[in-house]
C-alpha cells in the first residue's frame, strides 16, 4: 500500500479526537514541510516525503504493540503518537527546519541530501 493510503488509513482509526487531529493535520499539510521533509540529513529515510514514511512505520509499529502488550490503550493514542513523535523535525510555518542540500560534493561523497535551515 503506498504511503499516503497508510497515512489516511491512521487517520481514519481517530474517532474520539477526529475533529481537533484533522484540523492539526490539516494545517500542518498546508501550512508546513510535513508532508515533503526527510527524517534526517543523511541517515534513515534523508529522501523527501523521508519523515512521514517514518511516522507511518512508527504508529503502525506501535498499533502492533498495542495489540501484544497493551491492549487498553486505544489505536487512536497510538496512531497520534506515533504520527507525531518527531513532528519537530518539520520546522515551522514558513521555515523548514531541512533544506535540500546544493552541494553536489557534499551530496556524493558524505550523503549529505539535507541540511539544516540556518534561519
Given at each position: 500500500?503506498?504511503?499516503?493510503?497508510?497515512?489516511?488509513?491512521?487517520?481514519?482509526?481517530?474517532?474520539?479526537?477526529?475533529?481537533?487531529?484533522?484540523?492539526?493535520?490539516?494545517?500542518?499539510?498546508?501550512?508546513?514541510?510535513?508532508?515533503?521533509?526527510?527524517?534526517?540529513?543523511?541517515?534513515?529515510l534523508?529522501?523527501?516525503?523521508?519523515?512521514?514514511?517514518?511516522?507511518?512505520?512508527?504508529?503502525?509499529?506501535?498499533?502492533?504493540?498495542?495489540?501484544?502488550?497493551?491492549?487498553?490503550?486505544?489505536?487512536?493514542s497510538?496512531?497520534?503518537?506515533?504520527?507525531?513523535?518527531?513532528?519537530?523535525?518539520?520546522?515551522?510555518?514558513?521555515?523548514?527546519?531541512?533544506l535540500?542540500?546544493?552541494?553536489?560534493?557534499?551530496?556524493?561523497?558524505?550523503?549529505?541530501?539535507?541540511?539544516?535551515?540556518?534561519?
Open positions: 500500500m503506498e504511503i499516503l493510503q497508510r497515512y489516511k488509513a491512521l487517520q481514519n482509526k481517530v474517532v474520539v479526537r477526529k475533529n481537533d487531529f484533522s484540523d492539526f493535520i490539516r494545517m500542518l499539510e498546508s501550512k508546513t514541510s510535513w508532508l515533503t521533509s526527510p527524517a534526517s540529513t543523511r541517515f534513515h534523508n529522501k523527501e516525503g523521508g519523515l512521514l514514511e517514518h511516522s507511518v512505520g512508527v504508529a503502525e509499529t506501535l498499533l502492533k504493540f498495542r495489540e501484544a502488550l497493551a491492549p487498553q490503550v486505544s489505536e487512536e497510538c496512531v497520534i503518537v506515533g504520527l507525531l513523535h518527531d513532528i519537530g523535525k518539520i520546522g515551522m510555518p514558513g521555515k523548514p527546519r531541512y535540500k542540500n546544493d552541494n553536489e560534493w557534499e551530496i556524493k561523497n558524505r550523503g549529505i541530501t539535507y541540511k539544516i535551515n540556518p534561519k
